[in-house]
């Protein structure tokens, strides 16, 4: 596809929607984002430390990534990498149990973490003159992080909260859980960060020590620092605070059992508790972060769900309205994951109708390629998210960091836009026939769980 | 399903001062013993945390503000780093306007705006701003209604002729009505099984009694199924001016183009006379202890709180400061009593809501279903002790080193100093406080926090609401102290009668 770039001029609203009732190809292309600017340092000890300078508030973040997430966990140990990173504020060497965030509080700034499949995340805010504060913060865990039987017992019944809160006590907060659980047979993926209440239970000491000699370790770590500081006088600081622990003896593991590949299309029902509608999930797996298909997907999901255009929303919610809500989305992440378009049943209609509408968007997709100007939005959508996505220092560092920890490549942070912009329909199409297939297709329906009535009783006293 | 659930999220810009933080920062209290969580054994120095580098001067951006002829209010931020611009605008008036028996329709009309106008289908506005890779969002919350919307800045005049269009044409048709309204009582019937909002409207209904600021600003399935086209137009009429409007123009175009294409888009938008200033009749508080019954839930909503200060008044500074000591950044008393020494909760905090005519404040926390009592009697102590007990020093200073600190952080993005800009003008507040914050702030002392939680909290007057699992925990309450439990289960729920409770000879609506 050419792309020639013009100036939106006065009136261009009109121009493109004549342009759009005509289907004639539209040439305006999305803005160049401006670049991050940054450097990349390895430490002896395998910390890799990633530096990007921006004066513009007195303000600096820290971002520290470890390669290590649920897709990690053994089995029997599901949400133990979150378990282990409520740990992380219990105290070390210098600090005392909780006292990592309140340390932060007191010079204004603001911590906190996260986990997802595959890493966990360390970040804090603060005024640029506490930068030394944080490093020292961060390398005193990394190096001398201390948990007895009190604390790890005690955070695990916070942790107990945190899955009740999030996702047991909340509408549809079970979807996660039930896709995944579905969709995969053998990959740690099956299960979902937060883990299993059992799983939690089991967590012993002698894990929690495992994990922290295997995955806690400086060459599993990257380190990001973006905001106002000198670059010079920040390594300087690093290597004091961070170039003091040592090396780890053992490599890294790396291996995660593979997801074989479906085995034909499947279709399940399952009843879920706090399930206020009726739900078609329509489930297909893709492939990973960095695979040359993974760019036409997120096109593609654009094309089928993104903004009150899309097709999913104009079809299933605005035309036919089957559909409360709906939309589609791909997650790509370090292992192949799953592309899943999720419909709620618009009262008076049936799964089986909704089912059908979702199966046939996917299907045009296959069937020919979307429209110039379809895929000419979908990337200027993607544009708008890229920049929006690189407003703060925390956004910019997690751009930096995935690159570097994910795809092991941190050019990758800038280099990808490029890539996205010459996606072209026929790219799409193909990804469509390629990962819309009829035998690796599993539609999960969920419905309200019956055996309990939804308001049953009167007032209790 | 975030999504669906976002949609009925909507929040203006910052009037309410905070949001939940997934990790409650608290004081320590205890040393407990630890061991190391290695086998491994490394030389490690004992030290202090490092002294800090020198400190940068921190001041409030530049911004410019205009006034055009018609009496809009245009507010510029500048910012250059990458190629996007952002408009949004502000009409001074939300669900507090709307009528006391018909909640949800500034939330409606508002919803409306981007679906139609005079030249434009829903369809082909929504193909436009697509197009472009644009987004636009409408929403009203409790004091005024919004237009956002942001694009590549190579699109900003586009950008404000849509803000245009939507803000001062919607066509409000029929069928938009009807999908729209559709789209609402779908989401209300989500949000009934939400704990979470479910606590919120009944606390807000608690406190705020028959005022509009108690009464969800969505509405209720009944208000919303009596909305008319005619509550809409009027709606739109009555408040839809320039003169009670301000537009914010920020991003990456210059201030002449920012305010020649505001006067461009608006210049034209006819001024008009403003309505009657929304009711200010706030009930007293009073002590009122509500179960909302949710068989078979595995977590209860704690939410305890009463009346405050509305936005603008001398004290909301210093009782933010108290409430900060007893639930927020720097302090967090509930924090370090329920989740740090008993488990009992992820997470535990406090917060002020501060609005026009008045405000509240609000303690909340989510624990399982046995521990509610336990939960609600901790929580109530806590609140009884701010007033009780003059604060340490140690206390104050750490709110205040937070909210001062923090102060930096919170101009980050030109959005968020429009923000405070805005928020300014929208409660009548001295513009020049914005460059004296830090110094306001760390002007506060113990003897003010003693006073401002004397005058402002009143234990024996809390408004408590409880969402979940009633019979897990309903005995336990007159067990630790609580009388008087009123419960409810969902279905008999109706926030326009005074007890709450549906009356029996009445349709189910």
Same mark, same amino acid.
């Given at each position: ?461 | ?19 939940? /933080?997934? $990790? ?9 013993? #630890?061991?190391?969580? +290695?086998?491994? %054994? *490394? @030389? ?111 699109? /900003?005049? $586009? ?9 001062? #044409?919607?066509?409000? +048709?029929?069928? %938009? *009505? @009807? ?331």
């Amino acid at each position: 596809m050419v792309c020639k770039r013009v100036r939106h001029i006065f009136g261009v609203a009109v121009v493109v929607l004549v342009l759009m009732m005509l289907g004639v190809d539209p040439v305006n292309t999305a803005v160049r984002p401006t670049k991050l600017d940054y450097r990349i340092v390895t430490l002896p000890n395998g910390l890799k430390v990633i530096l990007s300078e921006d004066h513009s508030t007195p303000i600096v973040h820290l971002q520290l990534w470890y390669h290590v997430g649920s897709k990690n966990e053994p089995t029997g140990r599901t949400g133990f990498a979150h378990l282990f990173e409520h740990l992380m504020f219990k105290g070390s060497h210098n600090v005392r149990s909780d006292e990592h965030l309140t340390l932060i509080s007191r010079v204004g700034g603001d911590g906190n973490a996260y986990t997802t499949e595959d890493a966990t995340v360390f970040l804090e805010t603060v005024p640029s003159q506490y930068l030394p504060l944080v490093l020292w913060l961060e390398a005193d865990r990394m190096a001398t992080l201390r948990i007895n039987q009190t604390t790890l017992d005690s955070e695990r019944e916070v942790v107990k909260e945190e899955r009740r809160w999030r996702y047991e006590n909340e509408p549809f907060g079970m979807l996660p859980e039930i896709i995944y659980d579905h969709a995969f047979t053998t990959h740690p993926y099956k299960h979902t960060a937060i883990g299993s209440m059992a799983d939690l239970e089991a967590a012993s000491i002698n894990d929690v020590r495992e994990f922290f000699d295997t995955y806690y370790v400086p060459e599993n770590a990257t380190l990001t620092v973006v905001g106002d500081f000198e670059s010079e006088n920040a390594l300087q600081m690093i290597e004091h605070y961070f170039g003091r622990i040592p090396k780890a003896t053992n490599p890294v593991p790396r291996e995660i059992p593979r997801e074989p590949p479906p085995t034909g299309e499947r279709q399940v029902t399952v009843e879920a508790d706090n399930w206020p509608l009726p739900a078609v999930v329509v489930i297909h797996p893709i492939t990973y972060d960095g695979h040359p298909d993974a760019y036409p997907l997120h096109i593609l999901s654009k094309i089928l769900s993104d903004g009150e255009s899309s097709r999913i929303h104009r079809e299933l919610v605005y035309e036919q309205q089957v559909a409360v809500s709906a939309f589609g989305q791909q997650t790509i992440i370090e292992d192949p994951n799953l592309f899943y378009a999720v419909a709620l049943v618009q009262p008076g209609r049936t799964p089986e109708e909704v089912t059908a509408a979702l199966i046939s968007e996917l299907e045009k997709m296959k069937g020919e390629p979307p429209a110039e100007d379809e895929v000419q939005r979908a990337k200027n959508q993607f544009a708008r998210d890229y920049v929006i996505g690189r407003m703060t220092n925390e956004q910019k560092a997690a751009h930096l960091a995935h690159a570097a920890v994910i795809h092991d490549d941190v050019t990758t942070a800038d280099a990808e836009f490029d890539i996205f912009m010459d996606v072209t329909k026929d790219d799409v199409q193909r990804v469509a026939q390629a990962y819309f297939r009829d035998d690796n297709r599993l539609v999960l329906t969920i419905l309200p769980r019956q055996s309990r009535g939804q308001f049953f009783g009167r007032a209790l006293r | 399903m975030r999504q669906l659930a976002c949609r009925f999220g909507f929040v203006g810009i910052g009037v309410i001062s905070g949001v939940c /933080f997934l $990790l409650t920062t608290a004081p320590v209290f205890a040393q407990r013993s #630890s061991a190391s969580a +290695s086998d491994v %054994e *490394i @030389e490690w120095p004992s030290e202090a945390p490092p002294p800090p580098l020198i400190e940068q001067s921190v001041v409030f951006p530049e911004y410019q503000i205009r006034t055009l002829d018609n009496g809009l209010q245009v507010v510029f931020v500048g910012h250059y780093e990458q190629p996007i611009v952002n408009a949004r605008l502000l009409v001074r008036a939300g669900a507090s306007s709307d009528s006391r028996d018909k909640p949800g329709v500034a939330a409606l009309a508002a919803r409306l705006l981007n679906q139609g106008t005079a030249t434009r289908t829903a369809q082909e506005i929504a193909g436009i701003v697509d197009y472009v890779g644009g987004a636009l969002d409408v929403g009203a919350g409790p004091d005024l209604s919004f237009v956002n919307t942001i694009m590549m800045s190579d699109s /900003f005049s $586009l950008a404000l002729d849509m803000l245009s269009d939507v803000v001062r #044409s919607p066509a409000f +048709s029929p069928e %938009e *009505i @009807e999908r729209q309204r559709q789209q609402v009582l779908s989401g209300l019937q989500v949000s009934y099984d939400d704990p979470a909002y479910l606590a919120s409207i009944v606390f807000n209904r608690l406190i705020y009694g028959f005022h509009p600021y108690g009464m969800p600003h969505n509405g209720t399935p009944d208000s919303v199924s009596r909305i008319t086209r005619d509550d809409l137009v009027s709606f739109h009429r009555d408040h839809y001016m320039p003169n009670n409007a301000m537009l914010a123009i920020v991003g990456d175009v210059t201030v002449e183009e920012a305010f020649l294409g505001a006067e461009r888009a608006f210049g034209s938008w006819l001024p008009g006379s403003l309505p009657d200033g929304v009711d200010d009749a706030v009930p007293l508080p009073t002590r009122r202890l509500v179960v909302i019954d949710k068989p078979g839930s595995v977590q209860t909503a704690v939410r305890v709180g009463h009346l405050a200060l509305p936005r603008a008044h001398e004290d909301f500074l210093a009782f933010d400061l108290a409430v900060k000591i007893l639930g927020g950044e720097g302090g967090n008393r509930l924090g370090s009593v329920l989740r740090t020494q008993r488990s009992l909760t992820y997470a535990a905090s406090a917060d002020m809501v501060g609005r026009q005519i008045a405000g509240d404040f609000m303690a909340s926390t989510d624990t399982r279903s046995v521990a509610t009592a336990e939960a609600l009697r901790l929580t109530v102590d806590e609140i009884s002790r701010l007033r009780r007990e003059r604060p340490q020093d140690a206390e104050l200073r750490g709110a205040q080193a937070y909210l001062a600190g923090n102060f930096p952080i919170t101009l980050e993005t030109p959005n968020a100093i429009a923000s405070q800009v805005l928020e300014a003008i929208m409660f009548g507040l001295d513009l020049e406080e914005l460059e004296t914050y830090r110094e306001r702030i760390n002007a506060v002392t113990v003897d003010d926090i003693e006073r401002v939680s004397r005058d402002y909290v009143q234990p024996e007057s809390l408004s408590i609401v409880l969402v979940g699992d009633a019979s897990t925990f309903v005995d336990d309450l007159g067990r630790v102290g609580f009388q008087n439990v009123e419960v409810l289960s969902r279905s008999e729920l109706d926030l326009a009668e005074a007890d709450l409770r549906r009356k029996s000879s009445s349709p189910v609506r």
